[in-house]
């Protein structure tokens, strides 16, 4: 499973790299380890929460790193 492929049509980061992704699910990953659920994670600088109090990115990027890459 590829983050890219998970990213909702108006992804708040339709330009970002492999490199920014994996590093932003490295990020979640650590957030993760501290305790924060995937859901709840904040990997992208300057996103908004939106009306149900997710980080809609973060979140999807979140869960693909607990299941592919965190420890």
């Known amino acids: 499973m590829k983050i890219r492929d998970i990213l909702p049509d108006d992804t708040s980061i ?3 790299t492999d490199t ?3 590093a932003a699910a490295q990020e979640a990953c650590e957030q ?6 995937s859901t709840m994670v904040s990997v992208i600088d300057g996103e908004q929460k ?3 109090g997710y980080y809609q990115d973060s979140a ?3 869960a693909v790193a607990k299941q592919t890459i965190c420890p």
């Open 20 to 22: 920014q992704l994996l």
């Open 32 to 37: 993760m380890a501290g305790g924060a659920d």
């Open 60 to 62: 999807r990027i979140g």
């Open 14 to 16: 339709p330009n970002a």
């Open 50 to 52: 939106d009306g149900a």
